[in-house]
């Protein structure tokens, strides 16, 4: 079976006029150009190449460390080919999601996306980096769902520094026979079980979200693991997405996880989600910690700030330990973990003031886990 491949435009193949749904088109480019968002304007990889063959068009972006392309149905019959600049792309196909049919007008000079009295002219751009989709008779079956769950809860957790790129990464692995994903800055952690079985590796956090993007409804996808063990693949009938793994040691986690605490409290998610929003606007972005006190069956959030004002509200608790300690929290790391997680309730684990929070749902075989570092208190 032969290798998929996305020819780089070069020059245009064949001058062409083809129509599509406005709608479906914004959502595809919108998709498709977030491979290469906040790319340089003027370089290959800040490009959209649009391949018009037999009744489709494929939209394709590919900044060498992950590639996507998507085929919807076009009116048009001549095969044309021709790369743009996709931030432009972008916003011209979103000023033109309500129209019924878009028209796309490819030309030697220019290429015109246009709907009634509205045109928008886009210059063609000489290269586009190709793309190589590996095909192998024996893909796997993708759990889905599994997979959109455990990369929504991990990738809270995952680091942005480009400086520890081991940490922008979502660990996908095998615990004792369960399908495990974890995440990590050092400063919070996430962990998820019961994920799509079989996917293994360190994959970037921001292409796992983007997949989860991607692919959805009713796609029947397939992955696999190409390029020698490079990149991760994932393929349906109309989509592909190509994901260069990250290269190293994910660090070890598994002692950080207590399996019992010293203390522990449990409260309303959304309760405890709306009191540290309230909270935080007066934390400078979470520069200012949260000091997070229980007594007589609440939870006290208070914020200290001499400059923009201070903040404090109470969250009822449902249950709780005596004695718990007192800790700071940055309430913006907070936040993210809580938001990523579907949970009536959270239970906190306490240790001491200083090891870090653990964060489950309350059950005794949670799907999920959740360490948050505490922050020192002025």
């Keep these: 079976m032969s290798d998929t491949l996305i020819k780089p435009a070069t020059a245009i193949v064949k001058a062409g006029t083809f129509t599509v749904n406005g709608e479906v088109f914004a959502e595809t480019v919108a998709i498709v150009g977030k491979v290469v968002a906040g790319k340089k304007s003027g370089t290959s ?3 959209i190449q649009l391949a018009f063959k037999d009744q489709r068009v494929t939209v394709s972006a590919n900044d060498f460390d992950v590639a996507a392309s998507i085929k919807i149905p076009v009116k048009g019959k001549k095969a044309s080919v021709v790369a743009v ?7 011209f196909a979103k000023a033109l999601k309500d129209e019924q049919a878009v028209e796309i007008v490819v030309g030697a000079d220019e290429v015109l996306v246009q709907a009634g009295d509205t045109v928008f002219h886009l210059p ?69 079980y019961d994920g ?38 994932f393929r349906s009938a109309m989509k592909v997405m190509k994901i260069r793994l990250i290269d190293g040691e994910f660090p070890a986690y598994a002692s950080l996880i207590r399996k019992t605490h010293e203390s522990k409290v449990l409260a309303s998610r959304d309760q405890l989600t709306d009191a540290l929003g309230k909270v935080r606007l007066a ?13 007589k069956g609440n939870m006290h959030l208070s914020v200290t700030n001499i400059e923009r004002g201070s903040a404090h509200d109470d969250v ?43 964060i489950t749902d309350g059950s005794t075989e949670p799907t999920w886990k959740l360490l948050l570092m505490p922050v020192r208190i002025a």
Aim: charged fraction near 20%.
């Design 316 to 358: 009822e608790l449902t249950s709780g330990s005596k004695n718990v300690p007192t800790v700071g929290m940055n309430p913006e790391y907070a936040l993210k973990l809580l938001k990523a997680v579907d949970s009536d309730n959270v239970q906190i684990g306490y240790a001491d003031k200083f090891k870090p929070l653990v």
């Design 196 to 233: 799509p079985a079989g996917v293994t590796g360190l994959v970037p956090a921001v292409g796992a979200k983007l997949a989860t993007q991607v692919f959805g409804g009713d796609d029947e996808v397939t992955y696999e693991v190409v390029d020698n063990g490079k990149y991760l693949l």
């Design 45 to 47: 990889v800040a490009t």
């Design 85 to 91: 600049e996709a931030a432009k792309l972008v916003q």
């Design 124 to 192: 063609p751009v000489a290269e586009f980096p190709a793309i190589i989709y590996p095909v192998s008779d024996a893909p796997a079956e993708l759990d889905l769902e599994a997979f959109q769950r455990v990369v929504k809860i991990t990738f809270a957790a995952a680091s942005t520094d480009e400086d520890r790129p081991i940490l922008t990464g979502i660990y996908f692995h095998d615990v004792d026979g369960v399908a495990t994903a974890v995440a990590t800055d050092s400063y919070k952690l996430a962990v998820a």
């Design 283 to 295: 934390s400078n972005g979470g520069s200012i910690p949260v000091e997070v006190t229980v007594d």
